[in-house]
């Protein structure tokens, strides 16, 4: 496992039938998130407006008609990282806008099929709505994704994770405090 690069790989989308009783069209998704990719590739913690995460790599299976997402958490995230890694957030999901509905027939049942979208945001969940979105992959350093994660250690886990003291006029600020102070900014200059 790479814990220098913090990368996490998994299914974005597909085309199965999903929580929701819908499915979202490949071809839709491989154009969405193309642009995702090319434009922001924001990733979000549970679709948080907080933006913890990058998007640094899209993969499209033609044969499972799967998006696959590589991802990179930002140092800043720390207790992003260390979710992944204890297994509560196990999938990303789709913040989709614009959506064009069709239908589609499955195994004689009609479902609302998503034929075109724009994607807003994808997010780092804890329970994915795409059945083919469980199970997050640590990336290693060789590139081989692996589903194993190994937290008989944690000392390890907290001193790789421990965040750095950070001091203003005097005064340190937790993450968490910087975090709230930049929630409620961004807050502010929405309203």
């Known amino acids: ?3 220098e690069k913090w990368e996490v790989e998994g299914v974005a989308t597909s085309e199965a039938v999903d929580s929701y009783g819908t499915v979202f069209s490949y071809e839709a998704s491989k154009k969405a998130f193309q642009a995702w990719i090319d434009r922001t590739a924001n990733v979000r913690e549970m679709h948080e407006r907080r933006a913890v995460v990058k998007g640094i790599g899209v993969f499209f299976d033609d044969a499972n ?24 957030l196990q999938g990303y999901s789709v913040g989709a806008t614009k959506p064009i509905w069709g239908k589609i027939e ?49 000392e390890a886990l907290v001193e790789t994770i421990a965040e750095p003291d950070i001091e203003r006029k005097g005064a340190k600020l937790s993450g968490e405090t910087q975090s709230a102070i930049h929630d409620a900014r961004a807050h502010a200059l929405t309203s």
Not at 120 to 129: C, F, H, M, R
């Open 1 to 3: 496992i790479d814990d």
């Open 65 to 88: 008609k799967q998006v696959v997402v590589r991802s990179r958490v930002s140092r800043g995230a720390k207790d992003t990282w260390l979710k992944i890694q204890e297994g509560i």
């Open 106 to 154: 499955r195994e004689g049942k009609s479902y609302p099929y998503l034929e075109d979208y724009e994607l807003t945001e994808l997010s780092l969940v804890d329970n994915a709505s795409n059945p083919d979105g469980h199970g997050l992959s640590l990336c290693r350093a060789d590139g081989i994704d692996t589903n194993l994660v190994d937290i008989t250690e944690p």
